[in-house]
Structures are given as structure tokens and as C-alpha cells.
């Protein structure tokens, strides 16, 4: 009698950052661990514009996972960006889609307030996990690790099936708020067969002028005490470590942090898994209700439901453009009326732009507010991925048999900076 294979197989991610597609197979069972929407094509090259929005095999943003021949028993997801959950509303329903308890909150929570293209149609019947928490999925046992990254709830995933072990650290770092993940990883995996680690940093394409999320929030409290000027921070809502540093900054500086309600319900839904999370009682903390997102409010869980956020509540109405009181994270649109505001006043806001600089060359709506008040967009950030020195901390502490390179465009590099690297294309099988 034969011996059952236990194979890993690379379906994409490769070349490429974000889209990441891993089969992991023991005989005729297997499971995938994410199945994103790809944000490039293969080699980084640009996609077409129309692919995302009509998936479809043809076009290479779907990948053959799911047919008769190769149909897998779960997927399971490791956080919740779209690049790597995205394409799971392709998935047949009755193939199950596990995710984190925290990634589901972000996403419930995205799907009232995104538009349809970023909604996820079948979350109600996704299966969830914990991190810590063995769970099995036919002959494999899935192990979920707490990992540090900017998607709040990212975990990495330890496969074990017959003897062999496999370890997907997903997209994670080591200079976050949750930096002493780290260590529990390191200690609680060791020697895996196949190691996939990402390397999205080994390019130029994430400066490290800033190398934790405490030196942001030192550089906001430096910005906010020396001048009283109004600050607008330009970042990414769902970016909780990021809120966290802006709520602490505040704190810090004397200031009411102002944020709109899409983030305000996110902490609040979120604290029921983290209770550490913003907002406490009496704190510095101001909701803005943009109409858009009142609406959305309403129409979703009813007007009472603002009620909650009452005492908080600041709309433009109230806010007092005479003073530099404030730190400011909401959207372009709203920025642009009270930076009008604000300058009708005679007072000069700053502008602090903390996410990743592409999204500032593809937006007019930034340079527009630069027009509008004169002043610079601030470049305050740091990467939601690890850097060089914490890929080989975690190599070297994890100790793989075989390291292998994913979500990365520098696959290349890897021989240069780790052992037992094994390079693997789209499409590869690497028997166990």
C-alpha cells in the first residue's frame, strides 16, 4: 500500500503582492488558506482596469480551486484585507470559509458601510476561529497564531496533517502594538516542513524613516505640542493600531481626537474581543456623522442607534474653527470642508498623511486639500509588514526545513538574506 502525499501547492503569490492562494493536500483531501483579490498582476505588472470587477477564470483574477478534480474541503482566510479574502463570494456555498472572530467584525461592519463591490455576500455563513484554539478540517489540524499587522485579528496558520507540518505566517510585522506576537510564535513553532513567509518589504516601495507605531505616535505629539495649529490626519480607517496611536497622541498633547462614525463603531464592536480598545469613559474621544455614514446608520441598525454616540456627537456646527484644539481623522471630503472652515478663520491647519504613499498618487482629492490650504501633507508611517530585520528573526527563530517566499516581488532575494530557501512559481507542488 502506497504512502498518502502531503504537498503544498503555490496558486499564486509568487510574484505578486497580495492575491495569495496556498493548497495544502493529503491524498484527495486539502484545504486553501486565503483566496484574495489580487492587487497586480503577475510580476508586479499593472492589472487591467475592468479584471477585478468581473472576476472570471479567463481573466486570471479566479483560479481554478474549486473544480470537481481539485475541490478542497475549506478555505481559510488569515485577515481580513481584500487581498486576501476578496474572491470567497466565488466560493460554492457549501464549501466552508473560515475566518477570525475579529476579521469578521471588520468585515460585518465594512458591509454596511462599503459599497457593493467591497461587500461580502456570504459572511453570514462564514464558520469562525480563535486565535490559540485548535479546530480540524477533515484530516488536518489548523492552529490560528495572533500575529502583529495593521488588519486587526491577522493570525498566521499552522497546518499539521500526518506527521508533516506546514506554517503560513500570512501578512504580519514586528513594530506594531501587538509586537509580542512575535515572541509567542517563535516559541510555540518550531522546524515546520515548508515555511511560506512573506517579504512584502524587500523592495523600496516601504520606507522605514518611521520604525514603529510608537515613533508615529511620538512624531504626532511632537507635531501637536509645538504649535496650535488644527491637525488632519489622511489614513486608513480600519487600521485600529493606527487609531490607537492617533487616541493616544491626543491624550498626550491635550487634544480631542475627532474621528467618523464608521471607526467609532468599529472599536466599539471590536472591544467586545479586545476590551483594551478606545473609547473609555470621559476620554478626549469626538464622533463626526458624516450624512453618507448617518444614513447608513440608520438604514442599517436603526436612529436610535446614534443615540449611543450622543455626548460625543460634533458636527461642523459645533466645531470651534478658532481653536487648534483638535486631531482629525476622516475622510478627504470632510477634511476639505472643515479645512475651509478653518481657514475662513484665519487659522492654518497641518496635514499628516499616515498609509502607504501610493494611495496619495492615485487620489486628486489630496493635492486638492494642499491647493485649498496652502500647507504640505506630512509623511508620518510605518509599514503594516515587516521589515528585513523581523522576516530573519522570525526565519531564524521558527527555523523551517524549507523557507518559502510568497506575497512578495522579490522572491529572488530571499537565498540572499535566509537558509533553506525553496523558490517556488504559481502553479508549483512541493511534496512533503
Not at 23 to 43: C, T, V
Not at 198 to 220: R, Y
Not at 282 to 295: I, S
Not at 412 to 426: G, L, V
Amino acid at each position: 500500500m502506497s504512502e498518502i502525499r502531503t504537498s503544498v501547492t503555490l496558486h499564486r503569490g509568487a510574484d505578486t503582492i497580495g492575491g495569495s492562494c496556498i493548497r495544502i493536500s493529503h491524498g484527495k483531501d486539502s484545504i486553501i488558506l486565503d483566496y484574495g483579490m489580487p492587487l497586480m498582476a503577475a510580476g508586479g505588472r499593472e492589472l487591467d482596469a475592468g479584471a477585478t470587477k468581473a472576476p472570471s477564470l479567463e481573466n486570471h483574477i479566479l483560479l481554478d480551486v474549486v473544480g470537481n478534480d481539485n475541490r478542497p474541503l475549506a478555505f481559510i482566510i488569515s485577515h481580513a484585507h481584500p487581498d486576501h479574502y476578496g474572491l470567497i463570494d466565488y466560493v460554492p456555498g457549501d464549501i466552508p470559509v473560515f475566518i477570525s472572530e475579529a476579521a469578521k467584525v471588520l468585515m460585518e461592519v465594512g458591509n454596511a458601510f462599503y459599497d457593493g463591490s467591497m461587500r461580502v455576500a456570504r459572511l453570514d455563513g462564514c464558520r469562525t476561529y480563535r486565535p490559540g484554539k485548535v479546530f480540524e478540517v477533515g484530516p488536518f489540524k489548523v492552529t490560528a497564531f495572533l500575529m502583529d499587522h495593521s488588519a486587526f485579528g491577522a493570525c498566521s496558520l499552522l497546518v499539521e496533517v500526518d506527521g508533516k507540518t506546514v506554517f503560513y505566517t500570512g501578512d504580519f510585522r514586528g513594530h506594531g502594538r501587538k509586537s509580542a506576537t512575535l515572541d509567542y510564535v517563535i516559541n510555540a513553532v518550531r522546524e515546520p516542513d515548508v515555511m511560506l513567509m512573506e517579504g512584502t518589504t524587500l523592495d523600496d516601495g516601504h520606507p522605514s524613516t518611521f520604525p514603529d507605531e510608537g515613533s508615529i505616535e511620538q512624531a504626532l505629539v511632537d507635531l501637536m505640542t509645538s504649535q496650535e495649529a488644527p491637525v488632519f490626519v489622511a489614513g486608513s480607517g480600519s487600521n485600529i493600531d493606527r487609531t490607537v496611536s492617533l487616541y493616544r497622541a491626543a491624550r498626550r498633547s491635550g487634544r480631542e481626537l475627532v474621528i467618523d462614525l464608521y471607526q467609532m463603531i468599529l472599536l466599539d464592536k471590536l472591544k467586545a474581543i479586545s476590551p483594551g480598545l478606545p473609547p473609555h469613559a470621559n476620554d478626549h474621544l469626538k464622533v463626526y456623522f458624516p450624512k453618507n455614514q448617518r444614513d447608513t446608520v440608520v438604514r442599517q441598525w436603526g436612529e436610535g442607534y446614534l443615540l449611543r454616540y450622543a455626548s460625543r456627537h460634533i458636527n461642523r456646527s459645533k466645531v470651534d474653527f478658532g481653536s487648534g484644539k483638535y486631531l482629525f481623522r476622516v475622510s478627504n471630503g470632510v477634511t476639505k470642508s472643515l479645512c475651509r472652515g478653518f481657514m475662513e478663520a484665519g487659522v492654518k491647519p497641518e496635514l499628516v498623511y499616515s498609509m502607504w504613499n501610493g494611495y496619495r498618487e492615485k487620489q486628486d482629492a489630496f493635492s486638492r486639500i494642499e491647493e485649498l490650504t496652502g500647507a504640505k501633507w506630512q509623511y508620518l508611517h510605518t509599514s503594516g509588514h515587516a521589515y528585513l530585520h523581523t522576516l530573519k528573526r522570525l526565519a531564524e527563530g521558527v527555523a523551517p526545513k524549507r523557507l518559502v517566499p510568497v506575497h512578495t516581488l522579490n522572491a529572488d532575494d530571499f537565498d540572499r538574506h535566509f537558509e533553506n530557501t525553496h523558490q517556488m512559481s504559481n502553479g508549483d507542488d512541493l511534496v512533503l
